[in-house]
């Protein structure tokens, strides 16, 4: 019995604090999140995104995007380089608010587009805001969201501008759905600096579901 204890509690808290979590990670109960193990409790988790707003996640860390699935890069891309990664977008956001670590976040670029895929949980409706996107610098240039449950069929939610950044999924979710694809598509409202469009530091479902 004891043994069993073990593992469940190594298991809960293995993911450590990033995603994916390297083979070696040892467990780390100090992390937010102990639920990356499908089937285990999770924790909410607050974050606060570049613009000041703290979002609490009930699914903590396992809430944000595990996987690109397409990306399109805009035109005007990024003229500063380093920003055109879209798998900087995915995990729990770790941009500082300092342009020096192009790993933490990318640039779509004038006009494009960013789909990310959740893994290990699904974005679901309930009251209130159901996605929140981390999106760097002071202002959130103008993005339209769409979600899917499949990566093929999509509904669209409509546009995140200005503060907070984040929409809900009511008008469009079917019941019992769980969404497993977001589309961000830049909406070419800010294209002129060496950043143009959107900055995406991570997606997250702040209603969701463990898979
Ligand atoms: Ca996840
Ligand atoms: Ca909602």
């Given at each position: 019995?004891?043994?069993?204890?073990?593992?469940?509690?190594?298991?809960?808290?293995?993911?450590?604090?990033?995603?994916?979590?390297?083979?070696?990670?040892?467990?780390?109960?100090?992390?937010?999140?102990?639920?990356?193990?499908?089937?285990?409790?999770?924790?909410?988790?607050?974050?606060?995104?570049?613009?000041?707003?703290?979002?609490?996640?009930?699914?903590?860390?396992?809430?944000?995007?595990?996987?690109?699935?397409?990306?399109?890069?805009?035109?005007?891309?990024?003229?500063?380089?380093?920003?055109?990664?879209?798998?900087?977008?995915?995990?729990?956001?770790?941009?500082?608010?300092?342009?020096?670590?192009?790993?933490?976040?990318?640039?779509?670029?004038?006009?494009?587009?960013?789909?990310?895929?959740?893994?290990?949980?699904?974005l679901v409706d309930?009251?209130?805001a159901d996605l929140?996107?981390?999106?760097?610098?002071?202002?959130?240039?103008?993005?339209?969201?769409?979600i899917?449950?499949?990566?093929?069929?999509?509904a669209?939610v409509?546009?995140?501008?200005?503060?907070?950044?984040?929409v809900d999924i009511a008008a469009v979710s079917?019941?019992?759905?769980?969404y497993?694809?977001?589309?961000?598509?830049?909406?070419?409202?800010?294209?002129?600096?060496?950043?143009?469009?959107?900055?995406?530091?991570?997606?997250?479902?702040?209603h969701?579901?463990?898979?």
């Amino acid at each position: 019995m004891r043994t069993a204890l073990v593992v469940a509690v190594l298991l809960a808290s293995g993911s450590c604090c990033t995603q994916p979590a390297p083979s070696t990670c040892p467990p780390c109960p100090a992390c937010p999140q102990a639920g990356a193990q499908a089937g285990s409790a999770a924790t909410p988790a607050t974050f606060t995104d570049n613009q000041g707003t703290a979002v609490t996640f009930e699914l903590g860390a396992q809430a944000f995007a595990d996987r690109v699935a397409s990306s399109e890069p805009g035109d005007r891309a990024p003229t500063a380089s380093g920003w055109t990664n879209p798998a900087a977008a995915l995990a729990a956001p770790d941009y500082q608010g300092e342009r020096d670590d192009p790993a933490t976040a990318v640039t779509l670029g004038c006009g494009g587009v960013l789909v990310v895929e959740f893994v290990d949980n699904a974005l679901v409706d309930a009251a209130g805001a159901d996605l929140h996107v981390f999106e760097c610098g002071p202002d959130v240039e103008a993005m339209h969201v769409a979600i899917s449950t499949d990566g093929t069929s999509w509904a669209e939610v409509g546009d995140v501008r200005g503060q907070p950044a984040q929409v809900d999924i009511a008008a469009v979710s079917t019941p019992n759905a769980q969404y497993r694809f977001v589309r961000i598509t830049d909406l070419r409202e800010s294209c002129s600096s060496s950043y143009p469009g959107a900055d995406i530091d991570a997606v997250g479902a702040i209603h969701a579901v463990a898979l």
